[in-house]
């Protein structure tokens, strides 16, 4: 066996050594898809187990070769690094737990689709892993591509639905909008600065100096805006997450934004050199503030006026967003990244456990809506529960984990405004972070409530008092709120984030 | 022996009666039973604590210890007690005895037990946190359980309620962490020296090995006859020498540390602006919050009115002593001068919310309603002891709120009982209980007195000290006049309801089948009567453990100013 | 920047202003038309602006490799293929349930 998997690696070229897991996996999707086809109908839940399996093999291999990224040529196109290695990490871990979950989801489960519909998790976390390790323009517009495409899929999924395959729509025609932006002008950076690899697009740009680099770059970064439902780019996210499955939303709302936050930051870091020579510090640092700040209190505000759960989830989602995109104005320091990787872990499991215990509501109360959503407390309380715990988590309470994830990115930033001179707008971010985060909190008490009500308002013909959800399903909602809870807890993690992902 | 590691238990046991609570099934009296022995076992850790205080004969810090947590940003595991700390734990784990005495949730027993207990947890935690990241969590982590409480075994406009509960004190903490990371952040990053008090040196110093002086883990120096500067010997300082004396602060989240830092802190200035007045307002609201004071008292009404019994007894009698404690841990420490400076207008709020809770609590024709505003009346005094900055002033604060703790949750009991029997809370509903009921009104007598502050009784001590401090202080001279009116207010509400409720004809004819306290309520209103009155003649007792830490804290203050 | 403006074709500029005015167009499109395959081809006019630049680039400026303008080109004509394949099996979809297209009345599916 050990011979076998020496000569292969012999055989394989240098570069995909080290991507034998994003082989693995896309390996795995076609064989899914092989299966799928010659499965009858009946059978198509093999069709995800088998998913969830190869999702499960891709991650081992995945932590098994972790040990040799750092030999990984920082020059070829898709180059694994620590930030990429925890994005797949992510990434894989959150597909399984959503495939577990999809066993009782009530729009996919026991519907010929749903070996599609795991096909396509599988995709996305395939191109969350490619968008992760890019290195290349052109490598992250693939990997862009891949993950958008995918997400569309998943997306519009219920297509007997109008209003679902709507939300499906939406989202492939704003994002085609967006990632055509961002091929434009990742053409015209490209012919700027002569190189597709974005460390020496750095390098070149600097030495050659110059401001019109800037335009392309911006509209790469409203690209970047678009999939982190940034403001004012945000408007796609309710809509969506409100048409597609919850499950699949939850997916859609954690693992995309986690890979286009590692893409972002090392784009970011890697252009850092010209920005210094474009203009000062202090100038980018209240640009990126200032953007961060109006992401956080309109994704607050907006979010209190919401009446359907996964609307609220959308919106909190681009607050959160602003937060992470608040840590970027500390002028990237090692403690910002491994703040937001903190982050973004607390909030994998946070949002992913949300919308997987909304998953479950939904399926006895019929809709998300925050009305039809009452007397849950009755016939789940354990779901209930869940999502109390991760939507704390959200709101940044201790001991949770969303805490320690805020609390190490505003540290960075209260830091990097005081002590580097970054200008007084990163502080303004906070008190907007802050104010933001109650905002959250009635936002979410206003959903706790719903749900602690007693009769549901709208009498759907949907509603399905007796149906008690499988354990397996509940399996993967249990494992967010233990994540969310150990996180927290298990604080000193942070150490070991700020000793590997940094730099 | 008795290291400082049984401070653990504190936290440790309601953690191990929340999880038992939680697993074992619902039997009829399985999980008050574990309530009970926790508090029965926090009761006894703390009584253990206050002896040890009293034999240690130590101003300061009785226990204390410090384990780095992560160093890199400088938190660390510190724990510690001193007498006001105990007198907290104490009322603490009396208040929790007393709520689980008579709990009675309608339904989900494990998860209201569980609940309370961590409840608890978040409570003792604050207590005894002297790093603030630590205080700031424990102080957070009440929000949960407490809202859950409100929420699920409320009364019927109870969820709104819990909101507003959360919402306040969430948007108070938020300036309370925002106020600490920036105040972190001016430290330098390779720490500091800072001039430090002798008499604080000499009250709280710990001795080395060698002779050498260390004051919360950090070595005391003193310039030696060149200039520079050599750990100072405790036997020097013992002797009453008045050398000036440094400590080397590093960049942490201590609080101790920080309360060494108080002159840098008086003198720094960020954009042109002195730091100290503004970072003292931020604390100043979060801590208003929840002692309550005005203008930020309005959740409080609803809150106690929809939270079930045991639970505003927890609220009133624990929780909004943390206010208190905090303005006196955190507040008054960090920032004394900008508190001086603000002495009148602190005053003056402590004298508004005595006054305006008074006339509000005469207005009431709900129980519950009248004890809610009367705690926001009697919390003032708290607020007005605070502010004078004077060492009877702040024993008076902290006096004030073991003795509200007592009063308050007698009233709170005593209304719980009537509204248990008669399933209404309408002042003007009843009539002449003494003759139904004569052990309940007996304790619904001397709540009250103690309530509108006989002397006598431990409500008198409190109020006197406060305004005794305040008079001492002429900034704060006026205001301790107005305040001084008010006590006639409380004395009014308090008596006006005792004649409606207890005395005068029986209008209720349905009432005469009342019956009196049980065995359950009397339990847990006898030790609050017994220390209500035990309090009041001897007050010593307690003066013991508090008269040390105010006068501590009074010098503090005093020389922090002179140094100006 | 002005005297490429007035250069003639053997000169970047051109190419560049066309690729520019390809793009205007498309996002013209995209925010005019009502009809959802319209709009999916805005998107790809924005795309093939994207391609036009890369090609001009990697003909005019002789320091970078032409090699990677034509690949980079071939890579995005392929993405851009399946995006419209994607696109239109979902502007199927919808039309199999409201028999229609039209955008406004898609938006005002899904309220709030």
């Known amino acids: 066996m050990n011979s076998v998997a020496l000569t292969l690696l012999q055989w394989t070229p240098h570069e995909l050594r080290f991507l034998l897991p994003e082989i693995l996996l896309a390996t795995s999707i076609l064989l899914a898809c092989v299966l799928d086809w010659t499965l009858d109908v009946r059978s198509k839940r093999m069709v995800v187990w088998f998913a969830a399996f190869s999702a499960v093999a891709t991650l081992v291999l995945a932590v098994v070769a972790g040990g040799s990224i750092g030999q990984a040529d920082p020059a070829s196109m898709f180059s694994p690094d620590p930030l990429g290695q925890f994005v797949r990490i992510a990434a894989l871990v959150g597909a399984v737990l959503v495939l577990l979950a999809f066993n009782g989801s009530r729009s996919i489960d026991g519907r010929a689709e749903q070996g599609e519909n795991a096909i396509l998790v599988l995709s996305v976390a395939l191109g969350a892993m490619l968008l992760a390790s890019a290195n290349h323009l052109i490598a992250l517009y693939l990997g862009l591509e891949f993950l958008s495409l995918s997400s569309y899929g998943l997306a519009g999924f219920r297509a007997h639905n109008a209003k679902a395959s709507e939300a499906g729509l939406k989202y492939v025609l704003y994002g085609g909008v967006a990632s055509a932006i961002a091929l434009f002008g990742i053409s015209h950076l490209w012919g700027m600065a002569g190189t597709f690899d974005v460390r020496e697009i750095g390098v070149v740009l600097s030495s050659r100096g110059g401001v019109d680099a800037l335009i392309p770059m911006f509209l790469l970064g409203s690209a970047f805006a678009y999939k982190l439902a940034l403001v004012p780019f945000h408007f796609w996210s309710p809509d969506v997450y409100q048409g597609c499955p919850t499950a699949s939303a939850g997916f859609l709302s954690t693992v995309p934004k986690i890979a286009g936050f590692a893409a972002l930051l090392k784009t970011l870091m890697a252009l850092l050199p010209w920005w210094g020579v474009v203009a000062s510090p202090v100038a980018i640092s209240t640009f990126l503030a200032l953007f961060a700040t109006v992401s956080i209190l309109v994704g607050a505000v907006t979010a209190g006026v919401q009446k359907d759960a996964k609307r609220l989830l959308a919106f909190s989602s681009t607050t959160n967003a602003g937060i992470m995109l608040l840590a970027f104005s500390s002028w990237i320091t090692r403690d910002a990244v491994a703040g937001v990787g903190l982050y973004l872990m607390a909030y994998l499991a946070a949002n992913l456990g949300a919308f997987l215990a909304l998953d479950i509501l939904e399926r006895s109360a019929g809709s998300t809506n925050l009305a039809a959503l009452g007397g849950s407390w009755k016939r789940h309380p354990f779901a209930v529960v869940s999502l109390a715990v991760c939507v704390f988590s959200l709101a940044g309470i201790p001991p949770l984990a969303g805490f320690a994830g805020k609390w190490a990115v505003l540290t960075e930033v209260v830091r990097a405004s005081m002590e580097d001179g970054l200008g007084l707008a990163p502080l303004a971010g906070v008190v907007a972070a802050l104010f933001g985060s109650v905002a959250l909190a009635a936002a979410y008490l206003k959903l706790l409530r719903a749900t602690v009500v007693d009769d549901p308002a709208i009498a759907d013909s949907a509603t399905d008092d007796s149906w008690k959800p499988a354990h397996l399903s509940e399996i993967p909602l249990f494992l967010c709120v233990l994540a969310s809870i150990l996180l927290g807890l298990g604080w000193p993690l942070l150490s070991v984030f700020r000793s590997r992902i940094g730099g | 022996m008795i290291d400082a590691s049984i401070l653990s238990v504190f936290l440790v046991l309601p953690v191990l009666g929340a999880v038992l609570a939680w697993i074992l099934p619902a039997r009829p009296n399985a999980q008050k039973t574990i309530s009970v022995t926790v508090s029965l076992g926090l009761l006894a850790a703390s009584v253990l604590l206050a002896i040890l205080a009293v034999s240690a004969q130590k101003a300061g810090f009785v226990l204390r210890e410090r384990i780095p947590v992560l160093s890199d940003w400088g938190i660390a595991w510190h724990v510690g007690v001193d007498g006001l700390s105990i007198a907290m734990l104490f009322l603490s784990a009396l208040v929790q005895f007393c709520a689980s005495v008579v709990a009675a949730p309608n339904g989900r027993v494990r998860a209201y037990h569980s609940l309370v207990q961590l409840l608890f947890v978040g409570v003792n935690g604050t207590f005894l946190a002297l790093d603030m990241v630590f205080f700031y969590v424990f102080w957070e982590v009440m929000l949960i359980p407490m809202f859950f409480l409100i929420a699920i075994w409320g009364g019927d406009d109870r969820k709104r309620a819990a909101v507003k509960f959360f919402l306040y004190t969430m948007g108070g903490s938020m300036a309370m962490l925002l106020a600490m990371l920036v105040l972190h952040f001016q430290i330098p990053e390779t720490g500091m020296t800072v001039a430090v008090r002798n008499a604080e040196v000499r009250e709280q110093m710990t001795v080395g090995s060698q002779g050498e002086t260390y004051l919360y883990d950090l070595p005391v120096l003193a310039s030696d006859s060149l200039g520079k500067p050599v750990v100072a010997a405790a036997s020097d300082i013992a002797s009453g020498s008045n050398r000036p004396l440094f400590v080397p602060v590093e960049r942490n989240f201590d609080l101790l540390h920080w309360k060494l830092l108080a002159p840098y802190w008086a003198d720094l200035q960020i954009l042109g602006f002195a730091l100290a007045p503004v970072a003292l307002a931020f604390f100043f609201v979060a801590f208003a919050v929840k002692v309550p004071s005005f203008p930020l008292h309005l959740w409080l009404p609803h809150a106690h009115v929809q939270a079930p019994t045991a639970i505003s007894v927890v609220l009133a009698g624990i929780l909004l002593k943390l206010g208190v404690y905090g303005l006196l841990r955190v507040a008054w420490p960090l920032f004394p001068a900008a508190a001086l400076d603000g002495a009148n207008l602190f005053a003056w709020i402590g004298v508004i919310s005595i006054v305006w809770g008074g006339f509000a609590a005469l207005g009431q024709s709900d129980l519950k309603r009248l004890v809610a505003y009367s705690s926001i009346s009697h919390m003032g005094f708290c607020v007005l002891g605070i502010a004078s900055a004077t060492s009877q002033g702040i024993a008076g604060a902290a006096f004030q709120c073991v003795s509200h703790g007592l009063s308050a949750s007698l009233l709170f009991l005593l209304v719980g009982v009537v509204y248990d029997r008669a399933h209404h809370r309408r002042v003007d509903g009843f009539g002449g209980l003494a003759q139904i009921m004569p052990k309940f009104s007996a304790i619904f007598l001397l709540s009250a007195m103690v309530g509108a502050g006989l002397p006598g009784l431990a409500g008198f001590v409190g109020e006197l000290s406060s305004l005794l401090g305040a008079w001492v202080n002429p900034a704060t001279r006026v205001a301790g006049l107005v305040a001084a009116s008010g006590v006639i207010l409380s004395a009014a509400y308090l008596l006006w309801t005792v004649k409606r409720v207890i005395y005068g004809t029986v209008k209720h004819p349905e009432q005469r089948a009342f019956s009196d306290l049980n065995t359950a309520e009397m339990a847990a209103l006898a030790p609050l009567a017994a220390l209500s009155i035990l309090l009041g003649v001897w007050p010593g007792l307690l003066q013991a453990a508090l008269g040390p830490v105010s006068a501590s804290l009074a010098g503090h203050i005093a020389w922090v100013a002179g140094l100006r | ?112």
Do not use: W
Request: hydrophobic letters at 60%.
């Open chain 3, 1 to 112: 920047m002005i005297d490429l403006v007035l250069a003639g074709p053997d000169r970047l500029a051109p190419y560049l202003l066309l690729a520019a005015a390809l793009f205007s167009l498309g996002v013209f499109a995209c925010v005019t038309r009502r009809n959802a395959v319209g709009y999916l081809m805005g998107i790809e006019l924005m795309l093939n602006a994207a391609n036009l630049n890369m090609v001009a680039y990697g003909r005019f400026r002789t320091e970078l490799l032409a090699g990677h303008a034509q690949v980079a080109t071939l890579f995005v004509i392929a993405l851009a293929a399946a995006e419209a394949a994607v696109a239109l099996a979902l502007v199927y979809a919808i039309f199999r349930n409201i028999r229609d297209v039209d955008l406004d009345k898609i938006r005002s599916l899904n309220g709030e």
